[in-house]
Every structure is written in structure tokens, then in C-alpha cells.
């Protein structure tokens, strides 16, 4: 069993009311409430102690990184985040983190526009902190964008860089792409992930669900953060990066409007017809490493 198994599960498992569009399986879900023109979208996304930030982490910035990685999801389904709710479970659990965690995390909503609109606080029976965050946001329906919408021949660009985010900070201090995912979505592209587990791991998961395979075309020309190194740049995650496909035709124009508003582009690959999933360099070798390929809860300890 992996995240992928167990989510396409859950998908047959829950009833589904005829105004979702998209269910679990991809950054959020897709309403159709009948407003013209207009689509919601929510997804849910938690930091816990020792996974994705250490106990010595200012709880602001934990505040921050859990708004702005609900954010970056919405990014990918090129929406914008309008409303939030937050759970929270701390032990011990005392005033002052509660205060300095809300009030980061309202001064980090408001630069988005973001309202949030409730929740809920327990004290956790071990000790430790899970905090979760349900956000809200809301596509045009023309500018939705899915990991299923790459097509054979598409090009595979990233925004950013990638690898060592954990020891750099980077997973704590990363501005998520609204501003590239609002230039992007609709016209350049409709398909759309953000890398949070893994560059190689998230890649492949948008080829599977278009239903194609991703090349690499050169790997040693990913963009790496920090002087990571190639398995680190493909597999540590926490880059919250996008990765998207464009038709060839759209290329040169995209990459010349990408210099114009300095937005920070690389063709890295392209989609092709072959095994659902599958990764290859440019030479026609698949994509592995022996003891990484991308985080997965159900494997990691």
C-alpha cells in the first residue's frame, strides 16, 4: 500500500454529490455550486512535529508554512485562496504559542486576502503538535488546471528550484506561486502540480493521471537549491514548486512573457505516450535511485 493506492480507495469508498467535479486525487477539489463562470476549490493539508518542522521552530513560521502550503495547492489548480479553517493539537498546550500562532498566522492570511473562518483547538494526549488547515479558493473555469490534462508532446516546465529545502529553510520560508500559477493558468497551461513530495515522485504522479509517461530530457539540468545534489534535487520534497505542461506551440511565446514579468521558468522535460507513471532521462533510461524515490507516509519512520 502507498498514498497513491490508499487515495484511489477512498475515492470509490465515499459518496460523491453531483456538484464535485473532482474528488480526492488531485491538489484540491472541484465544486460546481452553479455559479457562472466559477469553480470552489478546497483542500486540507497539516504540519506535524518532527515531520515537517523540528520542535526548536518558531511557531510563527510553522503558522506560515501551514497557510502557504494549503495556498500552493490552490496555486496548482490555478485558483486563488479565499477562506481558511485551522485545527490545532499541542502538548503542552499553553496561551502564549496559541497567541503567537494565530496572530502569525493572520498577518500571513491577509496578505492573501484570506478570511480565516473557524476551527477547532484540543490538547494532544502525547506530546507534540498536529495542526491542520482546510483551505477554500475559487477558479475560473477556464483556468482550472488538473493533473490529468497533460498531453503526449507537452512540455514539462517547473517555476524555482529544487533539493535541500528541509536544511535551507526553504520548507519554512517559500512564497507559494499564485503570482506564476495566475500567469500560467488557462493559456499556457491546464495542468498543473505543486512538488511537495518530490520532484521525480510528483512528476510521475501527473503522468499517471494523464495517462502518459515523463522524460527528463537532461537531469543533470534540473534547477537545484543550494548545491543539492541530483537524487536530492528529484526526491527530498518540501520545494512547493510547480511543475506544468504546455503545448509546443506555446513555448516561445511563454518563455519570452516569462522574462518580461520576471518569472523564473525551466523546460525540464516533456510528456510522452508509455507506461502510466514512468520517468526516463533523455537517453531512454528509466529515472530511479536505490533508496529514495520521493516521501511517502506510509514508508517513512
Known amino acids: ?33 452553479g455559479i457562472p463562470g466559477t469553480l470552489l476549490l478546497a483542500a486540507a493539508d497539516q504540519v506535524i512535529e518532527n515531520i515537517h518542522y523540528l520542535p526548536e521552530t518558531p511557531i510563527g513560521k510553522v503558522a506560515r508554512k501551514l497557510l502557504n502550503r494549503n495556498i500552493s495547492d490552490i496555486a496548482a489548480m490555478g ?16 496561551m502564549d504559542m496559541l497567541k503567537a500562532f494565530h496572530e502569525a498566522l493572520g498577518d500571513e492570511a491577509r496578505k492573501y486576502n484570506v478570511s480565516i473562518i473557524g476551527g477547532d ?14 483551505i ?19 512540455l514539462l516546465y517547473c517555476t524555482g528550484e529544487f533539493g535541500n ?7 519554512l520560508e517559500f512564497v507559494p506561486r499564485l503570482r506564476e500559477s495566475q500567469f500560467l493558468a488557462g493559456f499556457f497551461s491546464s495542468a498543473m502540480i505543486d ?9 510521475s504522479r501527473m503522468a499517471h493521471a494523464s495517462k502518459l509517461a515523463v522524460v527528463f530530457h537532461d537531469p543533470a539540468s534540473i534547477p537545484a537549491r543550494n548545491h543539492a545534489t541530483l537524487q536530492q534535487a528529484f526526491c527530498d520534497g518540501e520545494d512547493y514548486e510547480l511543475i506544468f505542461a504546455v503545448p509546443p506551440g506555446k513555448a516561445e511565446e511563454l518563455e519570452r512573457k516569462a522574462v518580461e514579468k520576471q518569472i523564473k521558468i525551466t523546460r525540464i522535460g516533456y510528456f510522452k505516450k508509455g507506461k502510466h507513471g ?24
Open 136 to 154: 477554500l479558493g475559487t477558479v475560473l473555469r477556464k483556468n482550472l488546471c488538473l493533473r490529468s490534462n497533460a498531453c503526449a508532446g507537452d
Open 195 to 203: 512538488v511537495s513530495d518530490g520532484l521525480l515522485k510528483d512528476a
Open 79 to 94: 485558483g486563488v485562496p479565499t477562506h481558511a479553517l485551522v485545527t490545532l493539537a499541542s502538548n503542552p498546550l499553553n
Open 121 to 134: 483547538i484540543a490538547a494532544n494526549p502525547v506530546k507534540g503538535s498536529v495542526i491542520s488547515l482546510t
Open 1 to 33: 500500500m502507498n498514498e497513491e493506492n490508499f487515495v484511489d480507495y477512498l475515492a470509490k469508498l465515499f459518496h460523491r454529490r453531483s456538484d464535485v467535479g473532482i474528488g480526492p486525487g488531485d491538489d484540491a477539489a472541484v465544486l460546481d455550486l
Open 165 to 171: 529545502s528541509f536544511p535551507g529553510d526553504h520548507h
Open 278 to 301: 514512468t520517468a526516463w532521462d533523455g537517453n531512454g533510461n528509466p529515472i530511479q535511485f536505490d533508496d529514495a524515490e520521493g516521501y511517502d507516509h506510509f514508508h517513512e519512520k
